[in-house]
């Protein structure tokens, strides 16, 4: 009986090691898998980490691209906008030149026909003198009786006539002044009268006659007014 527990002492031994060599195999194992897994993960990180860091920098690529074309655009831009300034600068300038031109072109058309209508002024107001003569030969006549002395006044009246129709070619035109009234930018009064009949500032006789030249003023009739009776 004895020899027999020995025997059963022997067999179970090589049992338990060959246990603990497997446990030991598995804790092996379970270590290596760990430190492959770990590995991976670690590998699986840096993958991930490099993937972002170049979509990072794609990014900041794009981002950079868009700022140029962002800043050739403005460029452009402002280059468009100077253009445009300028042309119309341009345009204003010209439309300026234009008007100055047409505005020059009238002031020599209007000057040219003042100096058609009133070049000749100063030979027309050195010709009412003797226009004058005639009004003071025929006034001085008027009351004669002699028939010869008619007749002269006939013929000084018919030579004032020809002579005011030549004048009046030129555009020589009499003033009205007997029964208009006084207005200063035609008339020159030499003297106020009382008279009954007429009215206030009417005139009632003309001293000198006077005159136009197409219609602007070349000599003022010199009148007398009447004044109204207080």
Known sequence: MGKHNKHSNHSAKPAVEEQELEQELEEDFAQAAAAD?????????????????????EASSEVEAASEEVAEDDAASTADKEAGNEQ???????????????NMRKRF?????????????????????????????????????????KKIVEGITMIRGQFLQVLKKFGLEPVAAVGE?????????????????????????EYKKGYL??????????????KAKE
């Not at 897994?37 to 920098?57: G, H, L, M, P």
């Open 88 to 102: 119309e600068d341009f345009k204003q300038r010209y439309y300026y030149l234009a008007a100055e031109m047409d």
């Open 213 to 226: 030249l197409n219609g602007r003023l070349l000599r003022p009739a010199k009148v007398i007014v009447a």
């Open 109 to 149: 058309e209007r000057e040219r026909q003042d100096y058609v209508k009133y070049g000749n002024d100063k030979i027309l107001t050195a010709l009412l003198d003797v226009l004058d003569n005639f009004d003071t030969s025929l006034n001085a006549l008027a009351q004669e009786e002699d028939e010869k002395v």
């Open 37 to 57: 897994e770990a590995s991976d993960d670690s590998a699986q990180e840096i993958k991930v980490n490099v993937a972002k860091e170049d979509v990072a920098e």
């Open 181 to 205: 009234i006084f207005n200063p930018a035609y008339h020159e009064a030499l003297m106020q009268q009382e008279v009954e009949g007429k009215k206030d500032h009417e005139i009632i006789t």
